[in-house]
């Protein structure tokens, strides 16, 4: 599964640099399409950096400098050409935090596909309802569309969050540990969204969960830090790698 024609996303001799400060060197690895690849490694080691950089949202960070290669498809994410906006809604992201917005549960689900203006205004509800099912949230909050989203639960938000992310109708969904402010229940119901994803997208998600890596992941990259800058130590199955990390803290 690592030759191109099955690889979505692919890294390749990636660095980066903060200022004048290496952040990441060297990282190279393949996304099967398809399939949940993890990121585990220690605080600091750069794993939420390296998200940003497949979709381009180190460039909202001063002084940050990507070097390296990475495809999306086989083209390069990282040419001066690419339509940022665009690239973000072929590779969603879903933060730790839900970041919802304080307003309607419509405007944030329709946040990122109306600002696109890819979808005629009369196919917006339609779009809305898709993502909201697909997250399981449709039943819940069908009938209170037009109320702020600030009142949803915590859980509810997150899931908010991906119907927002997933109405874009994204290839790629990358999560930076999507069930860290959850608690076990609203966890495991994302645990299982994510499950669902996998096949017609494919989805990059950093975990400090190894029970977590070990139910989702197809594979696993884990990071750490080799005179004092984050790279790939190993990559493969999350069983071995996760049993690895433990031993070695
Ligand atoms: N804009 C920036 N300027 C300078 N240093 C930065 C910047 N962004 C990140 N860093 C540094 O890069 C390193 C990696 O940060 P990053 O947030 O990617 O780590 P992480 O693996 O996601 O950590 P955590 O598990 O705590 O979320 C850290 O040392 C951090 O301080
Ligand atoms: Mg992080």
Partial sequence: ??????????????SVVAGAK???RGVTLDVPEGSVFGLIGPSGVGKSTLL?????????IPGLRVEGSITFRGQSV?????????LRAKIGILFQQPAVFPRSIMANVLFGVSHLGSVPRRELPMVAERALREVALWDEVKD?????AIYLSVGQQQRLCLARTLATNPDVILMDEPTSALDPQASEVIEQLILRLRGPRSVVIVTHNFAQ???VCDRVARLALVHNIGTVVEIGNPAIVAAATREEE
């Fill in 1 to 14: 599964m690592s030759d191109s024609a099955a690889s979505i996303l692919r890294l390749e001799n990636v």
């Fill in 22 to 24: 290496p952040i990441l």
């Fill in 52 to 60: 940003k950089c497949c979709n381009r949202l180190t460039d909202l």
């Fill in 78 to 86: 990282l040419g001066r050409r690419i339509d940022a906006d665009a």
């Fill in 144 to 148: 209170r569309l037009t109320s702020s």
């Fill in 213 to 215: 890596a070990r139910r």
